[in-house]
Nanobody, 124 residues
């Protein structure tokens, strides 16, 4: 499956933004569990949020209550609504597809397909 992330940009602290990830090719999109990761300069890639085929979601502690992941199987898309953005949210955000179970979705090695990333910059 090919993934294309979009929606990044430059925003101010406290603003909201929605990232989108469009899927094409591969198996039926609804069969994949999906995730968002991010990587800030000089840091490791880290898990942000994931959503299963049955729309169970999970989040990193640092985004709970601020970010919401959702999926639209008809449009073959997964979205990340980000509210109350902070400067420390600045990173390149990646979407990814997985065939692993819910408990494995926090680990990047359990994803088989990755989008190219979209840059989010939050100014203070």
């Amino acid at each position: 499956v090919q993934l294309q992330a979009s929606g990044g940009g430059l925003v101010q602290a406290g603003d909201s933004l929605r990232l989108s990830c469009a899927a094409s090719g591969g198996s039926t999109f609804r069969n994949y569990n999906m995730g968002w990761f991010r990587q800030a300069p000089g840091k490791e890639r880290e898990f942000v949020a994931g959503i299963t085929r049955s729309t169970t979601s999970l989040y990193a502690d640092f985004v709970k209550g601020r970010f919401t992941i959702s999926r639209d199987n008809g449009k073959k898309a997964v979205n990340l609504q980000m509210n109350s953005l902070k400067p420390e949210d600045t990173a390149v955000y990646f979407c990814a597809a997985s065939s692993s179970v819910l408990s494995a979705l926090r680990a990047s090695e359990n994803y088989h397909s990755w989008g190219q990333g979209t840059q989010l910059t939050v100014s203070s």
